[in-house]
């Protein structure tokens, strides 16, 4: 037969309104912890992507006047994002813009992406709407003359 001391009293409850307490703080954290790892992975594919127009239109100057042919070169990596990406050229030819030279007096191409992020979570404190831009600027290689 075991005897209760009075210094000993039971305990059966306290783990179960101990977990309840701190669950909710556990799923916020697991949830805003998602949303920062969906963040960082759409931020790189902006970035990849306004990297890919970037390098196109800095492989020669034919492609450097090619302002449709970076955004379709940026837009290659864009596939897994739900909305398409916002892509600015500078300089864009087709709006007769005066091409862009960087200190050393060399041209250069400035593709900007932006995009719009939606967060999963709607709490206090934690924003709903980012958005994520990223520029790469790009020296234009010189035009190569033609083999004889």
């Known amino acids: 037969m075991r005897l209760r001391t009075p210094l000993r009293r039971p305990r ?3 783990a179960v309104v101990e977990l309840a307490l701190v669950v909710p703080f ?13 963040v960082l992975y759409h931020a790189q594919v902006v970035t990849n992507c306004a990297r890919n ?4 239109g800095s492989f020669s100057p ?3 006047a090619n302002t449709a042919g970076i955004k379709a070169a940026a837009l290659m990596d ?10 600015t050229v500078k300089p864009d030819v087709s709006k007769a813009e005066p091409p862009l ?5 060399n041209p250069i191409v400035r593709v900007t992406v ?9 709490f206090p404190g934690v924003p709903s709407f980012l958005s994520l831009a990223r520029t790469v600027e ?3 290689a010189a035009a190569q003359p033609a083999p004889k």
């Open 114 to 122: 932006t995009y719009p992020f939606k967060t999963i979570t709607n």
């Open 78 to 87: 864009a596939g897994d994002l739900s909305t398409t990406p916002d892509v």
């Open 62 to 64: 034919a492609n450097a």
């Open 101 to 105: 030279y960087d200190s050393a007096g």
């Open 53 to 56: 127009g970037a390098m196109f």
């Open 26 to 38: 556990l799923m916020f954290a697991a949830v805003i912890a998602v949303d920062f790892a969906r």
């Open 138 to 140: 790009m020296r234009v």
């Open 12 to 14: 059966r409850g306290l």
